[in-house]
C-alpha cells in the first residue's frame, strides 16, 4: 500500500495504478540459441530473492504504461527512489561494482 | 442486583434521557451516553456469556476495545451484527441486544454443566484431535463443537445500509484524542499544519473521562479537554473525527480508520443519504501515535467469574456512567494508581476493601485519600481465589510474600459482590508495529512500549511510551510535538501543560498472583477469557516444549480472539517467560497485526459492490441483443452475448439451433470484444517476429494470419489474428479476456529490451466494432451491403482483408474464421456498430441470418479443433504440445520469444501431454470439462492420470459429442481407447484428431 514515483509522468500515485515487473536488470542472453541448458535455466528462473535493498521493475500500466525501476527494501518496505531504466541502471552498476 | 446508578458530578450520562432497550427479550432502561455494558451492569446483568471452551459463566470486564467476554449480537434481520463488544456499543432507544454463547441456553449450558468438553480440549485440542488418536472419533464430537463453540451469527439478508471511503492527505495525523493526542493537535494545529485527529470514543478524553480527580494545569483535567476541543474547532486547518478508530498503519504511514457514523442512532431514525460506517484512508506526512494504554488484570484464581471486572472499568462505569458497580467491593492491586478506584468507589458509597499485594502499599498520600474515604486497607495479600459460580460472592485470600512471588500464609474470606483488580498498564502499541516496528520491554513501566523518539515520520506522544503519571505523559508529548514541528520547519507555540505531580511508590512485579499450589492444581487462573487460556495452559505449553512465543501462541491460543489479547497477552508473556527461566524481554511479544479492532466488510468494500464493484463492458451493440432476448456471460468485464433462445428454448436446443443455421446457411456474432492493438512504427514487423512465434516478414499489406505469443518458458499465453495494414502498420487482436496483459508485455518488452526498434502501441479495442457474418450464405449477405469490394473467392481470398464500405460505412473487412466457415468479419468505427449489425440482420433475413453468442461460437471453433487460450492450455503447453507447430517458424533470424525453451529438456519430452480429440463410446455421453483421463478402465486410486478433458460439447452438425483434451503422448496415441471418470462413471473414449469437421478446410476457402 505504498505510493510510487513514476519517473517519466513526475507524479507520486498510489500502488493501484503500477503493476509489479520483477527483478530489475536481467539481461536477456544475446544469443540464446548458444545457451546451454543451464546457462537458460538461470536467465528463466534464478531469481535474488533479497532480504534488503532491492532492485526491481514496475510498470505504470493505469498511468503511462512506462516501465521503470524503484530500489525498494523488501523487508521494510523503504523506497529509496525511482528511475527510468537508463537512469537507474547507473546507479545500479555504480552499487554493483561497490 | 448489587451494581446501581449513583450520581457523580463527572458523569457523561445524561439522567433526564432514560433510554429503553432491550436484552435477550427483556425490557431494560439506560440513559443517554450509556454503553450496553454500562446499561447492563446498571441493570444488574452479570452473566453475559458462556465460555469458549469451558462454558464457563461470564460477565464483563472492561469498559472499551479490550473487552474479552461481553460479546453481544445487536439488532435482527438485515440489520443484525454479531460479537459486538458491548463495552463500544453507545445505547439508543429502542435498541435490542442477545446474548451470543452458550448452547442450549445462557442459563443451562451443556458445556458448563457437564463439563465435558474440557477434557477433551486441552490446548493444542484442534492440533491433537487431527494428528492424535483421536481422529476417528473426530466425527462424532464435529457436530457438537462447531455448535457450541459459534459466537455471533452472521446477516443473511442484505444489508440495507451502505458505507464509503474518504483519502485525506495530511501533514499531522493524530491517533487518540486523550490528554496527550489533544496536546499534540493542538501544537500542530497551531503551527498552521494540516492536522487530522481520529479518536475511537464517542467523546474526547481519553482517560479524563474516568477519572474524575485528573487536573491539568490547575483545573480539572475535562474543562482543559473542552478548551483544547474548543480551540481544535477554531482552527480551520484541523479536523476532529470522534467514534473513528485508526485500525491500520502501512507503508509510508498510510492509516485507515473506521468511523462509525450512524451505529449509535436508533434505526429508524439513520440518515439512509449518509453512510453506516466509512472507511477514512489516511496519508500522513507525520503520523503521531497517542493511543494510550489499557489496564491489565491480575491473573488469579476463579479471576473470570461474573462480577470480576478491572480497576480501570470499575472507575470509569462510575465516573463516567454513574454505576457503582457492586455494594461489596474487593480490590486488588500490585500499584498505585488503582487506589484512585477504590477512593472514589468509597466515596460513591460502596463498601471497599482494597488488597494491596505491596507490604508497604501506596504513596502516603494516596492511602490517606482512601482511608478518608473509607476504604478498608489489606497490605500484603493477594487473592488466591474467587468465590461464587455464575456471580461473584466473595475471595479466599492469601498473605503473600513481600520478596518473591509466594505465598506465606493464610489469610481471610472475605465476602463481596464486585472484585475489580489492577495488574498494571499496557501500552497500546498495535499501530507502531503493524509496519514492521517492534516494542521493547520497559521494566520500570512493566510494559511493552514504543520508543520515546518515535521512528522515521512518526512520533509516539504519552501512555504508549510507558508513562503513566499525566505530568511526565504530557510533558514527553511536547517534547516529542516540538521535535515533529522543529522537522516542518515550524516552531512551538505553548507552554508545556502541567499535570499534577504525584508521589507515587514501586509497583510490584506480579502478574500470577501465586495461591499457594502448584500451577495447575489450583482454581483455574484465566490469562485469555475469550479463548480460555489458563496461566496453567501456558505452562503445559512450554513443558510440551513449545519454546517461541508465536508458537506458544498457536498452541494455546492466546491472544487470537476478536479483542486481539489486550488485556491478556503481557500477562501471557510474562507467564511463558516464567515457565521458559527467560527474562520477558527475551520472550518479546507476538506479532501485532491489523487490525486493531474488527473492522465490517461493508465498511472495507466500500461502494465497490455489485454494479461498481467491477466495470461492466458493453459493446456497441447492446441494445441489438437485448432486443433480440440475448442472454449473457461476462469475459474479461465485458459482457458478451451466450446464447439467443426463441420461445421456451433450452441452452441445449438455441444452441443447436444456433449452429446448424451458421453452418447451413449463416449466422452473425459481435466479435467486438476481441482486444486490439494497434501496431505502428518502421521496425513494427521486426518486433511482430521478436514476440510472435511465427513468422512476419512476408505478410504483406491486404493480408492477415494468425499469431501465437509464447512467453520465455515458451508456453502459450495468447494468441489471434494480425492484419498487416501497411508496411510498417499492423492491427493486432488479442484474446478478449489478454488484451490489457498483452498490451503491457508488449510495452515491457520494447522498452527493457528492445528499446532501439521504432515502434508504438496504442490499444484501439473500443475503437472497432466487429460484426463476424459466418456461414456458407455470409458472402451473399455481404454482397447486398458492400459494393467496393471485390468479394469473389478469387480475389479476396480467405486470410485476406480488405478496405471499403459496408452500407456506406467505411469498414476493415477481413476475411478469417473462427468456425472453419467462409465467413468475414466487419471493423467499423465503433459508432457505427449497431447500425451495421441491423444492417447486416436486415441483409440477411432471406437467408434466416441468426445471430449467436460465445456458447455456439465454441461449439463451432470445438468442431474444427480452434484452441481458446486459458481453456485448452494452461500455461503449460508448448505450441508443439498443441500440434501447431505449423505457426512456429523456427528459421526466423532473430530468436523469438519462447524460442530457445522449446528445446529444453521438459519441452521435448515425449511424454507431455498433448491435445488431442476423444470420441466417447456412447456418442450422447457428453464429457465434463476437467474430467481426468485413465489408462484402464479398472483403475484404483492412486491411479496416475494420463491428462484431463479441455472442453466438451454436443455437436449438431455431427450429431453427437466431441471433446478435446491434452493426454500424455497423445500425439502417439490416434486409435486408442482411454476411459474418462466423468458424473460418477467411467467412460470409453477413442483418441481422435481434434480437427472434427471439415479437416481439409474446404468450407473456410469457399
Ligand atoms: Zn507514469
Known amino acids: ?98 | 442486583m448489587s451494581a446501581y446508578r449513583v450520581h457523580r458530578n463527572s458523569q457523561r450520562i445524561d439522567s433526564q434521557s432514560p433510554l429503553k432497550f432491550t436484552f435477550d427479550g427483556k425490557q431494560m432502561q439506560g440513559f443517554a451516553g450509556d454503553t450496553l455494558a454500562s446499561a447492563l451492569i446498571a441493570n444488574g446483568v452479570k452473566l453475559i456469556g458462556r465460555s469458549f471452551k469451558y462454558g464457563r459463566p461470564r460477565g464483563i470486564i472492561g469498559h472499551g476495545s479490550e473487552e474479552p467476554n461481553a460479546l453481544i449480537q445487536l439488532e435482527t434481520g438485515a440489520y443484525t451484527v454479531p460479537d459486538l463488544k458491548a463495552t463500544q456499543v453507545e445505547l439508543y432507544h429502542g435498541l435490542s441486544a442477545t446474548t451470543t454463547t452458550g448452547f442450549p441456553s445462557l442459563h443451562f449450558d451443556l458445556k458448563g454443566m457437564a463439563g465435558t468438553f474440557a477434557r477433551f480440549m486441552p490446548p493444542g485440542f484442534y492440533y491433537k484431535t487431527f494428528m492424535g488418536p483421536v481422529k476417528a472419533a473426530w466425527p462424532l464430537y464435529e457436530k457438537m463443537i462447531r455448535m457450541a463453540a459459534g459466537y455471533g451469527r452472521a446477516p443473511v439478508e442484505a444489508d440495507p445500509e451502505y458505507y464509503d471511503h474518504l483519502h485525506h492527505h495530511v501533514d499531522v495525523l493524530v491517533v487518540g484524542g486523550g490528554a496527550c493526542g489533544l496536546w499534540a493537535a493542538t501544537l500542530a494545529g497551531r503551527a498552521g499544519l494540516k492536522t487530522l485527529l481520529v479518536d475511537e470514543q464517542n467523546e474526547a478524553g481519553g482517560w479524563m473521562l474516568s477519572d474524575a480527580s485528573a487536573r491539568i494545569d490547575g483545573k480539572p483535567a475535562m474543562q482543559w479537554v473542552n478548551e483544547r476541543l474548543a480551540e481544535l474547532d477554531s482552527l480551520g486547518n484541523v479536523t476532529v473525527l470522534r467514534r473513528t478508530t485508526a485500525f491500520a498503519l502501512h507503508e509510508q504511514n498510510l492509516v485507515q480508520a473506521l468511523e462509525l457514523c450512524q451505529d449509535h442512532l436508533p434505526i429508524g431514525s439513520r440518515n439512509p443519504g449518509q453512510p453506516r460506517q466509512r472507511l477514512h484512508k489516511i496519508r500522513a506526512h507525520h503520523v503521531v501515535l497517542a493511543a494510550g494504554a489499557i489496564e491489565r488484570p491480575l491473573v488469579y484464581g476463579n479471576n473470570d467469574r461474573p462480577g470480576v471486572m478491572t480497576a480501570a472499568a470499575g472507575q470509569t462505569y462510575l465516573n463516567r456512567y454513574g454505576v457503582a458497580v457492586g455494594r461489596n467491593v474487593l480490590l486488588m492491586t500490585h500499584n498505585d494508581a488503582a487506589y484512585d478506584a477504590a477512593r472514589d468507589l468509597a466515596e460513591a458509597g460502596s463498601r471497599v476493601t482494597l488488597i494491596d499485594t505491596r507490604l508497604r502499599g501506596a504513596a502516603d498520600w494516596r492511602q490517606q485519600q482512601a482511608k478518608q474515604a473509607g476504604v478498608e486497607l489489606m497490605l500484603g495479600y493477594g487473592i488466591a481465589q474467587v468465590h461464587g459460580k455464575t456471580a461473584v460472592s466473595g475471595a479466599q485470600l492469601v498473605q503473600l510474600d513481600p520478596f518473591t512471588n509466594t505465598v506465606r500464609g493464610k489469610g481471610p474470606r472475605l465476602s463481596a459482590d464486585s472484585i475489580l483488580s489492577s495488574g498494571g498498564l499496557t501500552s497500546t502499541v498495535h499501530l507502531f508495529c503493524h509496519n514492521t516496528g517492534r516494542p521493547y520491554w520497559k521494566e520500570e513501566s512493566l510494559s511493552f512500549v514504543v520508543p520515546d523518539e518515535g521512528r522515521q515520520g512518526i512520533s509516539c506522544a504519552g501512555a504508549i511510551t510507558g508513562r503513566w503519571e499525566l505530568s511526565s505523559a504530557l510533558a514527553q508529548t511536547h517534547a516529542a510535538t516540538s521535535a515533529m514541528l522543529a522537522g516542518f520547519g515550524r516552531s512551538t507555540h505553548g507552554d508545556c501543560p502541567q499535570g499534577d505531580e504525584h508521589e507515587v511508590a514501586a509497583t510490584r512485579r506480579l502478574f500470577r498472583v501465586p495461591d499457594g499450589l502448584a500451577e495447575g492444581h489450583g482454581a483455574k487462573a484465566f490469562v485469555d477469557f475469550q479463548n480460555d487460556v489458563s496461566a496453567a495452559d501456558i505452562h503445559l505449553a512450554v513443558r510440551e516444549n513449545y519454546r517461541s512465543i508465536e508458537h506458544v501462541k498457536r498452541y494455546t491460543a492466546l491472544g487470537f480472539g476478536t479483542d486481539q489479547g489486550k488485556l491478556s497477552n503481557v500477562n501471557g508473556f510474562a507467564i511463558a517467560a516464567e515457565a521458559l527461566g527467560k527474562p520477558i524481554s527475551a520472550v518479546g511479544t507476538t506479532t501485532y497485526r491489523p487490525a486493531y479492532t474488527p473492522v465490517t466488510f461493508g465498511a472495507l468494500a466500500g461502494s465497490h459492490k455489485a454494479d461498481t464493484f467491477e466495470p461492466r463492458r458493453y459493446t456497441a451493440m447492446q441494445a441489438s441483443h437485448l432486443k433480440r432476448g440475448a442472454l449473457f456471460e461476462t469475459v474479461g468485464q465485458w459482457m458478451r452475448p451466450w446464447y439467443f433462445p426463441q420461445g421456451k428454448e433450452t441452452m441445449h436446443q438455441a444452441v443447436d439451433r444456433e449452429c446448424l443455421a451458421t453452418r447451413n446457411s449463416v449466422g452473425v456474432m459481435d466479435a467486438s470484444t476481441l482486444g486490439k492493438i494497434d501496431v505502428k512504427g518502421p521496425d513494427a514487423r521486426e518486433f511482430l517476429n521478436r514476440i510472435y512465434s511465427n513468422a512476419w516478414s512476408k505478410l504483406d499489406p491486404g493480408k492477415c494470419r494468425y499469431g501465437l505469443m509464447l512467453d520465455e518458458n515458451g508456453m502459450v499465453m495468447d494468441d489471434g489474428v494480425t492484419a498487416c495494414i501497411a508496411d510498417d502498420h499492423f492491427h493486432m487482436t488479442t484474446t478478449t479476456g489478454g488484451a490489457a496483459r498483452v498490451l503491457n508485455w508488449l510495452e515491457r518488452w520494447h522498452q527493457t529490451e528492445w528499446p532501439e526498434l521504432q515502434v508504438r502501441f496504442t490499444s484501439t479495442t473500443d475503437h472497432w466494432s466487429t460484426t463476424a457474418v459466418v456461414g456458407p450464405k455470409s458472402r451473399a449477405v455481404l454482397q447486398k451491403l458492400c459494393s467496393d469490394i471485390d468479394l469473389s473467392a478469387e480475389n479476396f481470398k480467405f486470410m485476406d482483408w480488405r478496405e471499403g464500405t459496408v452500407a456506406g460505412v467505411p469498414a476493415k473487412v477481413f476475411r478469417i474464421s473462427f468456425s472453419g466457415e467462409l465467413a468475414y468479419e466487419i471493423n467499423v468505427d465503433a459508432c457505427y456498430g449497431h447500425y451495421i449489425w441491423e444492417q447486416v440482420m436486415a441483409a440477411g433475413d432471406e437467408f434466416g441470418i441468426t445471430p449467436y453468442g460465445t456458447e455456439t461460437m465454441h461449439v463451432l471453433r470445438a468442431e474444427k479443433g480452434f484452441i481458446i487460450v486459458g481453456q485448452d492450455t494452461d500455461g503449460s503447453m508448448t505450441p508443439m504440445d498443441l500440434a501447431m507447430g505449423w505457426a512456429v517458424g523456427m528459421k526466423k533470424p532473430f530468436s523469438f520469444l519462447g524460442k530457445r525453451s522449446l528445446s529444453r529438456s521438459d519441452t521435448v519430452r515425449s511424454d507431455r501431454k498433448q491435445l488431442v480429440g476423444l470420441y466417447t463410446e456412447d456418442p450422447k455421453v457428453v464429457l465434463t470439462e476437467g474430467a481426468q483421463i485413465l489408462s484402464t478402465p479398472d483403475a484404483t486410486p492412486p491411479a496416475a492420470m494420463q491428462g484431463h478433458v479441455t472442453s466438451s460439447y454436443h455437436s449438431a452438425f455431427l450429431g453427437r459429442s466431441i471433446a478435446m483434451a491434452v493426454l500424455k503422448g497423445g500425439s502417439q496415441r490416434s486409435g486408442d481407447t482411454v476411459y474418462v471418470w466423468a458424473q460418477g462413471k467411467m467412460h470409453p473414449a477413442k483418441v481422435v484428431s481434434s480437427v472434427f469437421v471439415d479437416q481439409e478446410g474446404v468450407r473456410q476457402h469457399a
Open chain 1, 1 to 98: 500500500m505504498f505510493q510510487l514515483h513514476c519517473p517519466h509522468c513526475g507524479a507520486t500515485r498510489e500502488e493501484e495504478e503500477f503493476s509489479y515487473a520483477g527483478e530489475a536488470y536481467i539481461a536477456r542472453p544475446a544469443n540464446p540459441e548458444e545457451a546451454s541448458d543451464a546457462e537458460w535455466g538461470d536467465y528463466l528462473f534464478m531469481r535474488k530473492n533479497t532480504r534488503g535493498w532491492f532492485w526491481e521493475q514496475w510498470q505504470h500500466t493505469a498511468g503511462c504504461r512506462k516501465v521503470f525501476v524503484v530500489k525498494r527494501h523488501t523487508a521494510s518496505y523503504q523506497i529509496a527512489g525511482s528511475w527510468t531504466l537508463a537512469e537507474g541502471k547507473a546507479h545500479y552498476l555504480k552499487e554493483s561494482e561497490a
